[in-house]
């Protein structure tokens, strides 16, 4: 396979969401295998957009400065034919990342282009750690593309790619479906239509529930039975007044968690 050479050029924190982009004074951030940037908002075991690279030479065709993409790690003298999803990345003699698919513009950056179509495929390609370490500005960048399957574009395709790695026993929050997906949090007002779009057969959609672990019947009307042949305990919480009976998971003993995304 060939290979393409880069450089780091600047490298960012994303603390919290909205939040301005921190440049560490010492030039340097620490990624998790599996897991993104220690310290970003955006570092979760489930996530495929743990980490944000931009080629330098995309953001200067727009005049962007470095971090107004919002991005983690900006790389310089890297050829456009080698940065695409499914890359591998290797920054010095350990790190890798893995990249999975292009970041789409949103407002956050919407004072920076005349319109989002203009730099649609040129704000960067997110992707997840797969060896950790250190990342520092003059770090030598070294890609391979196509070396895996890019993750698709779409995020309902995302949504059944997650779903299908839900394991029998346990349960997903909405909030967790829209991480494991790699969309922004609005996205949990669309995961009841995504639900009821999906083939109940095909994929486990019993196996999730809301951001409080209740049940929800009203898409899954089968889903308490579903998820007793599980073993899994639904309680059930009798309102006083019959006005909020509710039926729930207990999401701390049949949450899924303390794994990762498995990408194909």
């Not at 939040?19 to 340097?28: C, I, Y």
């Not at 470095?66 to 999803?85: K, M």
């Amino acid at each position: 396979m060939n290979e393409y050479i880069g450089s780091i050029l600047k490298v960012f924190i994303k603390p919290s969401g909205g939040a301005p982009m921190v440049e560490p004074a010492t030039g340097q951030i620490g990624l998790l295998e599996g897991y993104g940037i220690e310290g970003d908002k955006n570092a979760h075991p489930f996530s495929p957009r743990q980490v944000l690279l931009t080629r330098q030479e995309d953001s200067d065709e727009f005049n962007i400065h470095p971090g107004e993409l919002r991005e983690n790690i900006v790389i310089n003298g890297l050829d456009s034919s080698a940065f695409a999803p499914g890359a591998l990345v290797q920054v010095g003699d350990s790190v890798q990342i893995r990249l999975t698919f292009h970041c789409e513009p949103c407002k956050r950056i919407g004072h920076l282009v005349h319109s989002f179509r203009e730099i649609e495929g040129k704000r960067g390609i997110l992707g997840v750690v797969l060896v950790g370490g250190l990342v520092q500005v003059s770090n030598k960048v070294t890609v391979t593309p196509d070396t895996y399957r890019p993750l698709p574009s779409v995020p309902y395709e995302r949504f059944l790619l997650f779903l299908s790695q839900v394991p029998c026993g346990r349960v997903v929050t909405y909030k967790q479906v829209v991480i494991g997906m790699g969309v922004a949090e609005s996205y949990i007002r669309a995961i009841p239509r995504y639900i009821q779009q999906t083939s109940p057969i095909t994929y486990p959609v019993h196996r999730i529930v809301d951001s409080e672990g209740n049940v929800i019947t009203n898409y899954i009307p089968d889903q308490i039975e579903k998820l007793s042949s599980e073993s899994i305990n639904i309680v059930e919480k009798v309102d006083l007044f019959g006005t909020n009976d509710r039926c729930y998971v207990n999401i701390q003993e049949y949450g899924w968690a303390d794994s990762k995304l498995q990408l194909p």
